[in-house]
């Protein structure tokens, strides 16, 4: 019992550490990864216009993501046990992980898609509506053609 109680403790106290960004209407970015995109000096100013799109197309609101730790990171994802490829929404410690393997630039990270999951649930796709959200990716990228590529027209 007393391990348990020192993982939640210290849990708690790394989620209190997150400070809301008003930059990044509310969200607290997490930066692991070690991709040039994810490092440029515009990444900030591009994750926040990708945020302010994500926002409208999943009908949210700053207030609804406000305090939610950003996570971006290479690689595969943990999600609650299992390997996710894209991104996940951790609700216990209002965590959004996006992977940077989802595309070669930032407009292709699975953030409007985790963000659905953070405002609105459903866990298991069940709701329509989901294949536009992830194609919102697409039209995203398609402004980005020097550094996106055709992989925002892939699908």
């Given at each position: 019992?007393?391990?348990?109680?020192?993982?939640?403790?210290?849990?708690?106290?790394?989620?209190?550490?997150?400070?809301p960004d008003p930059d990044l209407y509310g969200l607290q970015l997490d930066n692991r990864s070690s991709q040039a995109w994810a490092?440029?000096?515009?990444?900030?100013?591009?994750?926040?216009?990708?945020?302010?799109?994500?926002?409208?197309?999943?009908?949210?609101?700053?207030?609804?993501?406000?305090?939610?730790?950003?996570?971006?990171?290479?690689?595969?994802?943990?999600?609650?046990?299992?390997?996710?490829?894209?991104?996940?929404?951790?609700?216990?410690?209002?965590?959004?992980?996006?992977?940077?393997?989802?595309?070669?630039?930032?407009?292709?990270?699975?953030?409007?898609?985790?963000?659905?999951?953070?405002?609105?649930?459903?866990?298991?796709?069940?709701?329509?509506?989901?294949?536009?959200?992830?194609?919102?990716?697409?039209?995203?990228a398609a402004g980005h053609e020097d550094d996106c590529g055709r992989a925002g027209r892939r699908r």
């Amino acid at each position: 019992m007393r391990p348990a109680l020192a993982l939640l403790a210290s849990t708690l106290l790394a989620c209190a550490s997150w400070s809301p960004d008003p930059d990044l209407y509310g969200l607290q970015l997490d930066n692991r990864s070690s991709q040039a995109w994810a490092q440029r000096d515009d990444f900030r100013t591009r994750l926040r216009v990708i945020i302010a799109a994500s926002l409208t197309e999943v009908d949210a609101t700053p207030a609804q993501i406000a305090g939610i730790r950003l996570v971006v990171k290479d690689g595969s994802v943990d999600c609650n046990g299992a390997e996710a490829t894209g991104g996940c929404w951790d609700e216990l410690d209002r965590t959004l992980t996006v992977s940077t393997d989802a595309g070669p630039c930032a407009e292709l990270l699975l953030v409007a898609h985790e963000l659905r999951h953070a405002v609105h649930g459903d866990p298991f796709h069940l709701s329509g509506g989901w294949s536009a959200v992830d194609a919102f990716r697409e039209t995203l990228a398609a402004g980005h053609e020097d550094d996106c590529g055709r992989a925002g027209r892939r699908r």
